[in-house]
């Protein structure tokens, strides 16, 4: 363990280890925050916030790392599969192009090489870029304990703002996907060209997509999704289903208003391209 300005890190050896540190960390009443590329952890520091006091420190656990093609449209992502691991796997260009689009846009390179998919997820932030890829894409999150392991779709992830259904003694260790069929999409709308947070963010695979930056959590657009997926097309309808489903607020980045017309904007865009056979990126 080492410990600075009041934190105290623990850094597991092995993956049982580490969740042998969550069980009696939980069981003591002084949960762990589990630690990857500590990207989130730099910037609260940076900007003067009051971190967590605990951390579990898991860049060392080399068997969470990598990603893996499981047959023809199946993906698997480590616990510690960051952005740049996204960007040069051939299985992810092939399968899941949109998510290499989405990893380019997290930061810098070095933001990239160090920030991971399931720290993206479990940091929560409804800005976040590479999550409206993995749940358009019917992502699941694979949560470990020592006593067993469950996977949980990752649109029924978030219970609240920063907020999820895994429990202290839990790690996400992998992220599955079976990329649907269809044409992938994604757009990010931001303040500028690169390295900005997101005002708005889509992404879509077949008729599935997600938003980001335009509620308390990033969400699916299910009554959307169902309009589309009995084959209406009518851009009116869509705008006024997606309109439903979404629930932008102000804030220093943008408006709602804002962000209630850049998404009626981006999906009667992308409406005209559901029946078209190749990917559009």
């Not at 510690?80 to 192009?97: C, G």
């Not at 810098?108 to 929560?124: H, K, S, Y």
């Not at 299910?222 to 209406?232: I, T």
């Amino acid at each position: 363990m080492i410990a600075a300005a009041g934190i105290d890190v623990l850094q597991p050896r092995h993956l049982k280890d580490a969740l042998i540190m969550l069980r009696v960390a939980a069981d003591e009443g002084r949960p762990l925050v589990p630690l990857a590329g500590g990207t989130d952890l730099f910037v609260t520091l940076n900007a003067g916030q009051k971190p967590a006091a605990r951390y579990l420190d898991l860049w060392r656990l080399d068997k969470l790392r990598g990603v893996e093609a499981l047959g023809r449209r199946r993906l698997a992502f480590g616990g510690l599969a960051t952005f740049t691991d996204s960007i040069e796997s051939k299985a992810v260009q092939k399968r899941l192009p949109i998510l290499v689009d989405a990893a380019r846009q997290v930061g810098g390179v070095q933001i990239q090489n160090r920030g991971t998919l399931a720290g993206n997820i479990e940091n929560g932030s409804p800005a976040a870029d590479g999550v409206p890829v993995l749940m358009a894409a019917d992502a699941r999150v694979v949560l470990r304990s020592l006593d067993d392991e469950r996977a949980v779709p990752l649109a029924e992830y978030y219970t609240g703002y920063r907020k999820t259904v895994r429990r202290p003694d839990e790690l996400i260790v992998r992220i599955e996907v079976d990329v649907p069929e269809g044409g992938q999409r994604f757009e990010k709308v931001g303040t500028r060209a690169a390295q900005a947070i997101s005002k708005v963010v889509m992404a879509a695979v077949g008729h599935r997509v997600a938003f980001g930056s335009v509620a308390p959590i990033i969400v699916r657009a299910h009554k959307l999704e169902a309009y589309l997926a009995a084959g209406g097309r009518d851009i009116g309808e869509a705008q006024r289903l997606v309109a439903e489903d979404v629930t932008p607020i102000d804030d220093v980045r943008s408006t709602a208003e804002y962000r209630r017309r850049v998404v009626a904007n981006l999906v009667a865009a992308w409406v005209p391209s559901l029946d078209k056979r190749t990917a559009t990126r």
